[in-house]
């Protein structure tokens, strides 16, 4: 079956744009979380979302904002973007909540703020 | 909150056995995690553990003790792919939510 999409697989922008990043989980999936990686930070929650209600979302300020559409898929928004927004953004899907089944991730899109 | 913490890097040589070491602190505890991500990939699920004990999966074995806020994962004779970090992870019972450690690189020679 199809693993989990993300795209754009990269993007640039400049400092202050906004940007939105789309995720689209395997099928049957319910359950979306995203995270943002760097190499100083290791992965950092941004937040779930299921059956198209955020259920969790972690210390990001409020420039970070997602959705997710009654077909689980899944978006995530960044507006105002700094330089320190630069990072690999990765979405991770999930039959449910708690699922023991483990959360499969998508290959990421790499930001890149100039 | 969680605060995970797993060592930074190590260094093996193939065929070898190497253990990830990974402790943790929670304020409610859901399972635990170990995924593997190569450079420039995705992470990969590879061991799930929410009873205390040790589960085994062909080349690798994942423990855990709930008591002691421990769990490592144990690697047998190591390939040349199994470079890569492997990242510990605790879920939260309250709110679901996946806290990772930093993550554990591992470089195997040959």
């Known amino acids: 079956k199809a693993g989990v999409t993300q795209t754009p697989r990269y993007l640039i922008k400049t400092r202050g744009q906004q940007v939105t990043l789309s995720c689209s989980p395997i099928?049957?999936?319910?359950?979306v979380s995203w995270y943002q990686q760097t190499p100083g930070q290791g992965l950092q929650f941004l937040f779930e979302?299921?059956?198209?209600?955020?259920?969790n979302k972690g210390n990001f300020p409020g420039r970070f904002s997602g959705r997710q559409f009654s077909n689980s898929r899944s978006e995530m928004n960044v507006s105002t973007l700094e330089l320190g927004d630069s990072a690999l953004y990765l979405c991770?899907?999930?039959?449910?909540?708690?699922?023991?089944?483990?959360?499969?991730f998508g290959s990421g899109t790499r930001l890149t703020v100039v | 909150g969680q605060n995970i913490d797993q060592p930074t890097e190590m260094t093996a040589t193939e065929g070898a056995i190497v253990q990830i070491n990974c402790t943790y602190q929670?304020?409610?505890?859901?399972?635990l995690f170990w995924y593997q991500q190569h450079a420039g990939e995705a992470p990969t699920f590879l061991s799930y553990?929410?009873?205390?004990g040790l589960e085994e999966k062909g080349r690798f074995s994942s423990f855990l003790s709930r008591s002691k806020g421990y769990s490592y994962l144990l690697l047998k004779e190591l390939q040349m792919k199994d470079s890569a970090s492997y990242l510990c992870?605790?879920?939260?019972?309250?709110?679901?939510?996946?806290?990772f450690g930093a993550g554990t690189t591992v470089t195997v020679r040959a």
């Open positions: 991770a899907s999930s039959l449910d909540r708690g699922s023991f089944y483990g959360y499969t």
């Open positions: 992870a605790v879920r939260d019972k309250d709110d679901y939510k996946l806290s």
């Open positions: 553990n929410v009873l205390d």
């Open positions: 979302y299921f059956s198209e209600t955020q259920r």
């Open positions: 929670t304020s409610g505890f859901n399972g």
């Open positions: 099928s049957g999936h319910r359950s």
